[in-house]
């Protein structure tokens, strides 16, 4: 399909699907300028559409024009006021705006208009999550797997909540369930293997790191786990580990990141043990 000509963008002759087709294109193609005439314009005819004014929200949103995102999603809801997707959207730009009483609230109003709905619950939980109020995002993440018990983000969320709080017996049982549906995820993986690590089962981290590994050789916190786990190992019996494969690991993750500084204290702790 062809893009309009941006001249032409507001002529009448053309349908209300052909600038919607028109706006995503432009969307698609970073054009933010052109996809907002178009949204634009499909206000100016239809001005009762509440989703085309989600799609005029995000286009702002692309933008960094939070004020006018808000008001675009606002809109969407006086012409449906119960419309879960505007008020979720309006939590987003407030938590980007650093109003989080307010987006908890427009979260938790979501919630109470569709119960059922994990999108809402998720966007709480990961705000709670990401100000390191724990209790309140397990619940919320507990709350989405009684939804949805396959939801493998919300149980790898809540593993590593167990992990933050030491309950190391919760955090191996959910990132195991992840893995029973989800066997390639290399992050479960690799967390899995930092609860064996953690608890001094450096055989069975080990292990779980490389199978990790397999997925994804260049996985960057794995190989610097796997390091350290097999650091542990030769300190406790250094006949079974050769301190040149620990280097050579932890080279590679350098090579990727020469800024990983777990890394370089690592590497620090190598050369110590060395000269002593």
Not at 20 to 44: P, V
Not at 120 to 132: E, G, I, M, V
Not at 212 to 235: C, G, M, Q, R, V
Request: charged share 25%; aromatic share 12%; hydrophobic share 35%.
């Amino acid at each position: 399909m062809s893009i309009v000509n941006s001249k032409n963008v507001n002529k009448d002759s053309y349908s209300l699907s052909d600038y919607e087709n028109w706006g995503f294109t432009y969307l698609e193609n970073q054009d933010y300028e052109q996809a907002l005439k178009c949204f634009q314009k499909i206000a100016e005819l239809e001005p009762n559409n509440p989703k085309n004014f989600i799609n005029l929200g995000y286009v702002y949103e692309k933008m960094d024009m939070l004020d006018s995102a808000k008001k675009s999603y606002e809109k969407a809801l006086e012409v449906k006021n119960d419309y879960l997707e505007a008020i979720i959207k309006i939590g987003h730009i407030l938590e980007l705006q650093g109003d989080y009483h307010n987006a908890v609230e427009q979260y938790a109003k979501a919630i109470e208009i569709s119960p059922q709905s994990v999108e809402p619950r998720f966007c709480l939980a990961a705000l709670y999550d990401r100000h390191d109020m724990y209790d309140e995002a397990a619940e919320e993440y507990e709350n989405i797997i009684e939804i949805n018990p396959k939801d493998t983000k919300a149980l790898h969320n809540l593993g590593r909540i167990y992990f933050q709080d030491g309950n190391y017996a919760k955090a191996l049982k959910s990132f195991q369930n992840v893995l029973r549906i989800e066997p390639e995820n290399t992050n479960a993986w690799n967390d899995l293997g930092s609860v064996y690590e953690i608890t001094n089962n450096y055989i069975q981290a080990i292990s779980t790191y490389r199978k990790a590994l397999k997925i994804n050789p260049l996985h960057e916190d794995t190989n610097y786990n796997l390091a350290n786990a097999y650091f542990s190992l030769f300190l406790s019996n250094p006949n079974i580990v050769k301190i040149e494969d620990i280097v050579e690991r932890l080279q590679l993750v350098l090579s990727q990141n020469p800024n990983n500084r777990k890394v370089w204290e690592l590497l620090n702790k190598i050369n110590v043990s060395s000269s002593a």
